[in-house]
């Protein structure tokens, strides 16, 4: 599914929303979780470091947006205790989660498969594909409340078909792909939940500068650039697109 690049969100597109951004600290998810809290969102910051989260509240308070929330929190560790005590804690503070932003990825290593570290292995299985499973298992009952839930999964090219040195990465978002189209299949008929990913293509952030490195960063697109999408997915806007793996045109 194309998202065309002349969509523009109303400026409260996202009003009186409560949206989870997972990797909020950096990158795309610092960038959209700054964005949702501008068009009216009341954003649940989701990390490691807490320092990193802190900035960007600091940066969406300063700007007068709604007050957001920081829930720190390290992917690779979580057990299934930790995600309740996540829903727990929204559960008292919110009563219900209008959107959740699978965004946190971890690269691994570029090499081939039969050099492939099994420890790395592991931790991208961990954080990329276990951790979005079982956060989304223990807030599925928060976002049944909302009249019209979003789940959202930031993709990658890599996840549609794999290529020689992505490793875990690409089969981690393989899995993500499919998770995304179980969920949007078990849930389209028994709730108001949508689920989508997006696939943001090249895109300005660390880890693209950590997996092409000779690559001149202002060559390709900013997180910006591709927030008009992330909007689109997360506002009441987009009801009735789930299942659906999304990209934006942006700059085309």
């Known amino acids: 599914m194309k998202i065309a690049s002349d969509y523009r969100p109303a400026?409260?597109?996202?009003?009186?929303?409560?949206?989870?951004?997972?990797?909020?600290?950096?990158?795309?998810?610092?960038?959209?979780?700054?964005?949702?809290?501008?068009?009216g969102a009341t954003v649940v910051l989701c990390g490691r470091t807490l320092a990193k989260l802190e900035s960007v509240y600091d940066e969406i308070e300063a700007a007068g947006h709604p007050q957001p929330a920081i829930f720190p929190i390290n992917l690779e560790s979580a057990l299934e205790q930790d995600y309740?005590?996540?829903?727990?804690?929204?559960?008292?503070?919110?009563?219900?989660?209008?959107?959740?932003?699978?965004?946190?990825?971890e690269l691994g290593q570029r090499t081939p498969i039969a050099n492939y570290a099994p420890d790395v292995w592991k931790r991208v299985?961990?954080?990329?594909?276990?951790?979005?499973?079982?956060?989304?298992?223990?807030?599925?009952?928060?976002?049944?409340?909302?009249?019209?839930?979003?789940?959202?999964?930031t993709g990658s090219g890599v996840g549609y078909k794999g290529r020689a040195f992505w490793g875990a990465y690409a089969a981690s978002k393989a899995?993500?792909?499919?998770?995304?189209?179980?969920?949007?299949?078990?849930l389209e008929e028994t709730t108001r939940i949508r689920?989508?990913?997006?696939?943001?293509g090249a895109t300005r952030t660390r880890m693209r500068a950590a997996a092409?490195?000779?690559?001149?960063?202002?060559?390709?697109?900013?997180?910006?650039?591709?927030?008009?999408?992330?909007?689109?997915?997360?506002?009441?806007?987009?009801?009735?697109?789930?299942?659906?793996?999304?990209?934006?045109?942006?700059g085309q």
């Open 195 to 200: 689920v989508n990913s997006i696939n943001p």
């Open 175 to 186: 899995a993500q792909e499919n998770l995304m189209q179980t969920l949007a299949d078990e």
């Open 11 to 39: 400026h409260d597109a996202l009003k009186d929303k409560i949206i989870l951004v997972t990797g909020a600290s950096d990158g795309i998810g610092r960038t959209a979780a700054k964005t949702f809290a501008a068009h």
């Open 84 to 105: 309740a005590q996540m829903c727990d804690a929204l559960d008292g503070e919110f009563g219900r989660l209008d959107g959740l932003l699978h965004n946190a990825a």
């Open 125 to 153: 299985m961990q954080i990329n594909v276990n951790a979005p499973f079982m956060m989304t298992r223990a807030l599925l009952p928060l976002l049944e409340r909302s009249t019209a839930g979003s789940i959202l999964f």
């Open 212 to 250: 092409y490195p000779a690559e001149n960063p202002k060559a390709i697109k900013t997180p910006e650039a591709l927030m008009p999408a992330y909007i689109y997915l997360m506002s009441d806007e987009s009801q009735g697109v789930s299942g659906q793996q999304c990209e934006y045109e942006a």
